[in-house]
């Protein structure tokens, strides 16, 4: 089920909102640090992370779904956010540079339905980033964040559903290592936690990021064609015909 775009605003808003999109903001920066004259996709609520590319980037675009509703975006200029469906993008195919995907994938009630949609748009070698919850993590359990909303992950199952996509998981991280509660103490001292998480490679975070790239050519299964060929029998072909073994001698 996805969450109304006024109650993710609104966590965006409060104190533990903005930490949060301060660490995944910089995690995102560390995997694009460089998106010149590059067309960028933001699916689901992806706006606290986009501005950064605003001044950047050739053009940047945050797609809404149809059923979270939309905000006016960005703040003091041309709008660039629309509503669309995840499994009917609006775009022409191979016209998008990087895509960020956060917000979404657990809420889709098909999401390889929609990680096929942005295979379609993604430009040759183009770039996925998705931000998910981490089914192990804390965040997932607790449903005051939209973090704790639609089907968590574990690192398997998102390995699954993005080479069933065509794509190829090159970069996996994790983030949100400090619990998702209020409280002064706890925002202040996020960046510690977060080190710490970090250095320690603590399993609970609570959310993967997985950067993919677009592969142009379905892999060829070795098992299956294994099988394949192991499946094949010899077929003895005589070399005389029934005919000529019936015909007698003049």
């Known amino acids: 089920m996805a969450l109304d775009v006024i109650d993710i605003r609104s966590f965006y808003a409060s104190a533990l909102g903005r930490v949060t999109s301060q660490v995944l903001s910089k995690r995102i920066r560390e995997r694009w640090s ?78 390889h ?25 804390l965040w997932a359990r607790v449903d005051k964040t939209p973090f704790g909303h639609g089907q968590p992950f574990s690192r398997r199952q998102l390995t699954d559903l993005l080479r069933e996509a065509l794509f190829s998981p090159s970069h996996w991280s994790e983030a949100l290592h400090f619990p998702p509660f209020k409280g002064a103490m706890l925002t202040r001292t996020a960046s510690a936690w977060e080190a710490v998480g970090e250095a320690l490679a603590l399993p609970f975070a609570g959310v993967h990021l997985v950067e993919a790239t677009k592969l142009m050519f379905r892999p060829v299964l070795v098992n299956n064609a294994k099988r394949s060929r192991a499946s094949l029998s010899p077929i003895l072909v005589p070399a005389t015909s029934p005919r000529t073994l019936d015909e007698s001698p003049l």
């Open 34 to 111: 460089r998106t010149q004259s590059l067309a960028i996709l933001g699916i689901g609520y992806a706006t606290p992370y986009l501005d950064a590319f605003l001044d950047e980037a050739e053009r940047v675009i945050s797609v809404m779904p149809a059923r979270q509703s939309v905000v006016n975006w960005p703040i003091g200029r041309p709008s660039a956010s629309l509503l669309a469906s995840g499994e009917a993008l609006p775009f022409p195919n191979a016209s998008v540079d990087r895509v960020l995907v956060v917000h979404s994938l657990e809420t889709q009630e098909n999401p």
């Open 113 to 137: 339905e929609m990680l096929n949609e942005i295979w379609r748009i993604l430009t040759p070698g183009g770039q996925l980033l998705v931000i998910a919850p981490n089914r192990r993590g």
